[in-house]
């Protein structure tokens, strides 16, 4: 079994009276694929932000790579290895797919400066992103404007943006949110081809992308672990199909 790479322990966090996050714990080798279902309002999202530290846990603590980042500010913990990609847009919409990633190959060596400069004269940049966008499937979009881009596509470049820094760990928040059957594919096929090193954390509500991508699945449910297991136990569970897979889907 690899190397635990990511590691919660107890986590909770309440809003007012109502308890969101309950004694968590979560455990993650190097390059699982790990899915986190329950119903609406189960607290999937609020775990996400505990983890980022975008929300601050009332008990509880975050690992990655055996650091803890219990302290850190969100800058620091996606400095340590941790990406995001928003339900919301964090796309620059004015710039084409091109500069997009070669800002983010930017962010990725450490360079500021360039957004004073044409990305162009930046020809180690300009050439890194090129090669981002073959691999991410976007290269025929390249000279693209991300404000014309399918709504898809957009969601694509997101993940592919976080990608570009090499995270320890990926949490997609429902990537296929809103997606045509089209898109989910295109969606599905960028995260088979994600290079096995790279661990993710998938919240998502189409069981079929779930079932298909996960190796184990958490499933919360009032911000508590109701089951983890494989695909096939959390399917075959009484208690998972009464509270959520019966119910909703
Ligand atoms: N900042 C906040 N202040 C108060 N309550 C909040 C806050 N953020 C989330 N909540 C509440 O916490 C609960 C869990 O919300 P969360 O967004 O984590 O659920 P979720 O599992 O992601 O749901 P969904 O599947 O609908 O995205 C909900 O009852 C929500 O209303
Ligand atoms: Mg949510």
Redesign the pocket.
Same mark, same amino acid.
């Given at each position: 079994m690899s190397e635990v790479v990511f590691r919660a322990e107890g986590l909770r966090k309440s809003?007012?009276s109502?308890r #969101?996050t309950d004694e968590v714990s979560l455990r993650l080798p190097a390059g699982r694929r790990h899915g986190l279902i *329950?119903?609406? *309002?189960? *607290?999937? =999202? =609020?775990?996400f !932000?505990l983890i980022t530290g975008e #929300?601050e846990a009332d008990a509880g603590e975050v690992f990655l790579g055996g650091r803890s980042l219990n302290r850190a500010p969100p800058d620091a913990r996606a400095r340590a290895g941790l990406a995001r990609s928003f339900q919301r847009n964090n796309l620059f919409p004015g710039l084409t797919v091109h500069e997009n990633l070669a800002l983010a190959c930017a962010l990725k060596h450490g360079i500021g400066h360039v957004f004073w400069r044409r990305l162009e004269r930046f020809t180690a940049l300009w050439q890194e992103a090129e090669e981002n966008a073959g691999r991410l499937g976007l290269a025929d979009h390249l000279g693209q404007r991300v404000s014309t881009l399918a709504y898809g596509t957009q969601r694509q470049l997101e993940i592919g943006l976080a990608l570009v820094q090499e995270p320890l760990l990926l949490l997609l !928040?429902?990537p296929t949110a809103g997606m045509s059957p089209e898109e989910t594919s295109g969606i599905l096929e960028l995260l088979s081809s994600l290079p096995e090193s790279l661990t993710l954390l998938i919240?998502e509500?189409d069981m079929d992308v779930i079932f298909g991508l996960a190796e184990r699945i958490t499933v919360?449910d009032y *911000?508590r672990v109701l089951l983890e297991g494989t695909p096939g136990e959390v399917r075959g569970s009484d208690e998972v199909r009464r509270r959520y897979l019966g119910a909703a889907h």
């Open positions: 809003f007012g109502l #969101v *329950g119903p609406n *309002g189960a *607290g999937k =999202t =609020t775990l !932000d #929300v !928040d429902e919240i509500h919360l *911000g």
